[in-house]
């Protein structure tokens, strides 16, 4: 039973191109939360969406950032135009139900903006 | 708006000995906190957590302090050992929202 995985593990964009990050959450879980950790930070919450449903993205920046969860596929978080600010690592987890007591953590995707 | 504070950013401590861990929140909402454990270019792994009725939980070496009043929470490792080296991450749920202290480093020292 595989965990949370995340792809790719290292991503480099240059400023003003656009960042795909995937997740597919553990086998039953239909859950997926996202969060950022910026250096020397805790993570911060950003999204919160179940199948085709985004609940909660009040974490989310306004411009430029987008998460989805399609019926078939992983959930993607897509940052457009991306500068250097942008630069962090990005964890999914996912649940199998929305009361998070035990979220499980992906391995994360540590996007880089040059 | 930092809810949930780790003070110590690191700590160093002797195998075998006890680490404790800090943590401090500020939001009387939440009501379950958590405990992850994270190695370097790894996701965070859950360690241990504690309901908001409860002041203490405990599972083997690892035992987590409650005190609701002063909304304090501290993590205890007993004895510790050179694997329990990596960064801890406190954490509080209020309904599905985790938030996150920015963590303590612990060395274990041999």
């Known amino acids: 039973n595989a965990g949370v995985m995340q792809n790719p593990r290292h991503l480099v964009r240059r400023r003003g191109q656009e960042a795909r990050l995937r997740c597919s959450p553990m086998k039953g879980h239909s859950h997926v939360y996202w969060y950022r950790q910026l250096p020397e930070e805790g993570l911060k919450f950003m999204v919160y969406?179940?199948?085709?449903?985004?609940?909660?993205e009040s974490g989310m920046p306004k411009e430029r950032f987008s998460a989805e969860f399609p019926k078939e596929g992983p959930s993607i978080l897509r940052i457009q135009q991306v500068v250097r600010g942008d630069s962090a690592a990005y964890f999914c987890a996912s649940s199998p139900q929305g009361v998070n007591t035990e979220a499980f953590f992906g391995q994360g995707t540590r996007l880089t903006v040059v | 708006d930092q809810q949930v504070k780790q003070n110590s950013p690191s700590l160093s401590v002797q195998e075998g000995r006890i680490s404790i861990l800090n943590c401090d929140y500020t939001n009387s909402m939440f009501d379950y906190f958590l405990w992850y454990k994270k190695y370097p270019a790894e996701g965070p792994t859950f360690l241990i957590s504690?309901?908001?009725?409860?002041d203490k939980n405990e599972d083997g070496r690892f035992t987590v302090f409650l005190n609701k009043s002063a909304k304090h929470l501290s993590l205890h490792i007993v004895p510790s050992q050179p694997g329990d080296s990596a960064v801890y991450f406190c954490a509080a749920l209020n309904d599905y929202k985790l938030s996150f202290g920015a963590g303590t480093t612990v060395t274990v020292r041999a």
């Open positions: 969406l179940q199948k085709e449903n985004i609940i909660d």
């Open positions: 504690i309901s908001s009725i409860k």
